[in-house]
């Protein structure tokens, strides 16, 4: 019996060859993967799940998702420094699929002008260049006769006086808006000696400064922002109560994105009004925080903004550091319409924005740039390829009514779109751009509705209605 038993364990043995394991073995595995793979298809291309839930509903495009949002890299330096080719990039797996100018109109075209217009361009009712005109105005009253700031205060002989005390100079360049903010913010009515009856508290540490400070930069940036929470949780009341939720910040380089990353509750409580405000990278919370304007300082206006004189069509200068900027520049760099320039114009952009009609905003590193802001200063109707970009002030303005919001995945048919617009939606457009211009516009001092009160107003709106006060009043310094 104990022989039997042994000759049949052998032919077992015998009967199935080595490779015939290994099939048998990765069959099940190569079967699992496959039914994984078309599951994920499935979902990719027939849910919404891949979109993001808290999307403005004139950003939410109606193609799903592109992928390659999720290569492009970050970077918290200038946005004009690191080059991509333009011919071989990720995204022509994306960009050189079909697409039509009808196909394009049905998709995020449609939730630009279709809206506006309607099928006939005639229905001009939903053109107001802010959502609700009558409550803005009314609301921004009571902003500006109501609304309370305490300011951190901070000695002249603060080892940080450079990056915590008032500006008291003119800013310049990319940054300049975060600096203008606190400018005006501390020479203005809004500011209270009173922390019992501010309704929000302003930390007035400069990210820009910070980064370029010898003794933090960017390495040591978040200790900064901890040390620096802790100790006015530690001197004062005010964030204990709160947990910091009636705080904010303003930061406009994008390195501000990554600030808190030491100090989690201010990150996810305090109110962040930041250039960088994209609601696809985690960290930025639409509705708690604020997008604020990138406005490169300009010295003067311009005197010709008449839309007879714009003969070309679109205008883009800028180096290629992202996929989205490569993708346009491949389709687009050799058309005689469309000016898609690599690097930056000899002359001035400000003479190509003028006589073009429309003037293309697209996402860097970064989905902020000061072309957008340009763009309105120069009267040209901004093109908006910066998908999860929440643009500027917009609880307040409805950006359908003085832009064009295009789609990654639309880029090659970018011509057809803009050649789309009837001479009568542009006009209606461009004379609306003309109409928000001096919400985008920083003034010394502040006027009304500029970008300075614009942003104060936006603060307003995330204001909280219950004001905790302290049993006993105690004086600071």
């Not at 400070?213 to 006015?232: A, M, S, W």
């Not at 590193?365 to 917009?394: K, Q, S, W």
């Amino acid at each position: 019996m104990g022989k039997s038993s042994v000759v049949i364990y052998n032919v077992s043995k015998q009967q199935y060859p080595p490779t015939f394991k290994i099939f048998f073995f990765l069959l099940p595995i190569s079967l699992a993967i496959t039914t994984f793979l078309l599951i994920f298809i499935y979902i990719y291309t027939t849910s919404r799940v891949f979109a993001n839930p808290q999307a403005s509903p004139f950003l939410e495009p109606a193609t799903n998702l592109s992928l390659f949002d999720l290569i492009i890299p970050v970077s918290t330096d200038n946005e004009e420094t690191i080059p991509f080719s333009i011919d071989n990039t990720a995204e022509d797996l994306f960009f050189d699929l079909p697409r039509t100018a009808s196909y394009a109109k049905q998709s995020q075209w449609s939730v630009g002008l279709g809206d506006l217009f309607g099928s006939g361009g005639n229905n001009m009712n939903n053109t107001e260049i802010y959502h609700d005109t009558d409550i803005f105005l009314e609301d921004y009253k009571e902003m500006n006769k109501s609304l309370k700031i305490f300011v951190y205060p901070h000695k002249p002989d603060d080892p940080f006086a450079n990056v915590l005390l008032p500006v008291d100079f003119d800013p310049k360049g990319h940054y300049a808006s975060e600096l203008y903010f606190k400018k005006a913010l501390v020479n203005s009515h809004f500011i209270t000696k009173d922390p019992n009856e501010a309704d929000l508290f302003y930390m007035p540490f400069s990210i820009a400064d910070l980064r370029h400070d010898p003794r933090i930069g960017p390495e040591g940036l978040q200790d900064f922002i901890k040390d620096y929470i802790v100790n006015i949780s530690h001197q004062y009341p005010y964030w204990n109560r709160t947990g910091g939720a009636d705080h904010f910040y303003v930061a406009c380089h994008s390195i501000g994105r990554i600030a808190m990353d030491k100090a989690v509750d201010a990150k996810e409580n305090s109110i962040q009004v930041v250039c960088s405000s994209t609601y696809f990278v985690a960290g930025y919370f639409p509705h708690k925080d604020v997008s604020m304007p990138q406005i490169w300082p300009k010295e003067q206006d311009p005197k010709k903004l008449v839309s007879s004189k714009r003969n070309q069509l679109a205008f883009f200068a800028g180096q290629v550091n992202s996929p989205v900027r490569a993708a346009l520049l491949k389709h687009w760099r050799n058309d005689t319409e469309i000016f898609a320039h690599f690097g930056r114009l000899e002359t001035d952009d400000g003479e190509e924005q003028l006589r073009s009609k429309f003037c293309l905003h697209v996402k860097g590193f970064e989905v902020n740039t000061a072309r957008v802001t340009d763009a309105i200063h120069y009267g040209c109707v901004p093109v908006i390829l910066a998908n999860h970009y929440d643009l500027p002030f917009a609880d307040i303005l409805n950006w359908k009514s003085f832009s064009v919001v295009v789609h990654y995945m639309d880029i090659p048919v970018l011509k057809k779109i803009l050649q789309g617009i009837s001479l009568e939606e542009y006009l209606w457009l461009q004379s609306n751009v003309l109409k928000v211009r001096k919400h985008f516009k920083w003034n010394v001092p502040p006027v009304d509705y500029d970008a300075f009160y614009m942003a104060m107003y936006e603060l307003w709106l995330r204001r909280s209605s219950v004001r905790v006060r302290l049993s006993a009043s105690k004086e600071y310094i």
